[in-house]
């Protein structure tokens, strides 16, 4: 659900819905009001689009009193200040009721090892997740790669994550995508250049978000949306929009957990020789070892994981 933003605290306080964060403001829904809020920067780091706020008034602008606690967040590290220094969480978005990783077609090429990583945040907060396949119009029908695109996909609705394939360009998938999107707080991720402004601009008329073509020289998407921003859609649903990303690392998942953020592994869990000690690399009676043997893992995921568990020691 999405939250309602329009609650009056006492006589001097309010909550509302961010819907951005700024360096020193944050925009605010409060009922049927979008104001600008001043941001303490003792609380910069605690508040993220989708959280729910309570403010207070005053004579310039309102002022963030505290964040309302939050039912989920999606996060990944935060690029360290120095060489040396210890990551700390970066909260992309608060309040999230499943993800939406959006991949191109084509334009830019797919990495399917990014998939793998946002996928596994989601399952480390218990968020389902549905996978936007954008630009399908760039993708001819019978051709070598459509057949690998949908080989690809294929696995992943046999893992539980049901995909839709649209084209902002020809309308393709949008009415089945806007069904989907009219319950609950989305979360879109992906890289630069795949199209998920132009898909938001497709689903929501009035977004007005600027777009900037993919780098015809380096096949590399170019940033357009700096900032995550929230944006109501007509019934319960929402959307969070976020900046375009190249890399993606996980956020205090142990090494120990990782194996259960693929759910294909999870049944294989506990029936290794070596118990939940096993950690499925190169130990003898390795169920999970036994599992991608047999196809019942796939090996790039299982490549995948022994990534993910690797940066996370």
């Not at 999230?96 to 399917?112: G, I, L, N, Q």
Request: charged share 20%; glycine share 8%.
């Amino acid at each position: 659900m999405k939250p309602q933003p329009s609650t009056i605290v006492d006589s001097a306080l309010f909550t509302g819905l961010v819907l951005q964060k700024y360096i020193h403001q944050i925009q605010v829904l409060a009922g049927e009001h979008t104001l600008m809020c001043a941001l303490p920067p003792h609380l910069a780091a605690q508040v993220a689009a989708g959280d729910v706020v309570c403010c207070e008034p005053a004579p310039d602008l309102p002022r963030l009193v505290t964040v309302l606690p939050r039912r989920s967040e999606y996060s990944r590290p935060a690029a360290a200040s120095r060489p040396g220094a210890h990551a700390s969480q970066q909260v992309i978005a608060a309040n999230v009721d499943w993800v939406m990783p959006v991949f191109a077609a084509a334009s830019p090429t797919p990495k399917w090892n990014l998939l793998d990583r946002f996928l596994a945040a989601a399952e480390a907060q218990g968020l389902p997740a549905r996978i936007c396949i954008s630009k399908c119009d760039l993708t001819p029908g019978g051709s070598p790669a459509e057949e690998e695109l949908h080989e690809v996909l294929a696995l992943y609705r046999s893992l539980g994550y049901p995909v839709s394939l649209v084209s902002a360009q020809t309308g393709s998938g949008l009415s089945e995508l806007r069904s989907h999107l009219a319950h609950g707080t989305a979360l879109l991720v992906g890289k630069s250049g795949v199209g998920k402004t132009t898909l938001l601009n497709a689903l929501l008329p009035g977004a007005d978000q600027s777009t900037r073509a993919v780098n015809a020289v380096t096949g590399k998407g170019r940033h357009t949306t700096t900032a995550a921003r929230l944006y109501p859609l007509p019934g319960d649903g929402a959307v969070i929009d976020t900046p375009g990303v190249r890399e993606f690392g996980l956020w205090d998942i142990p090494p120990e957990d990782m194996a259960a953020c693929f759910p294909e592994m999870r049944p294989h869990l506990g029936r290794c020789r070596f118990g939940l000690s096993c950690q499925h690399d190169e130990e003898p009676g390795c169920a999970v070892r036994q599992a991608v043997m047999q196809g019942a893992v796939h090996p790039r995921r299982y490549q995948s994981y022994l990534r993910l568990k690797a940066e996370a020691a």
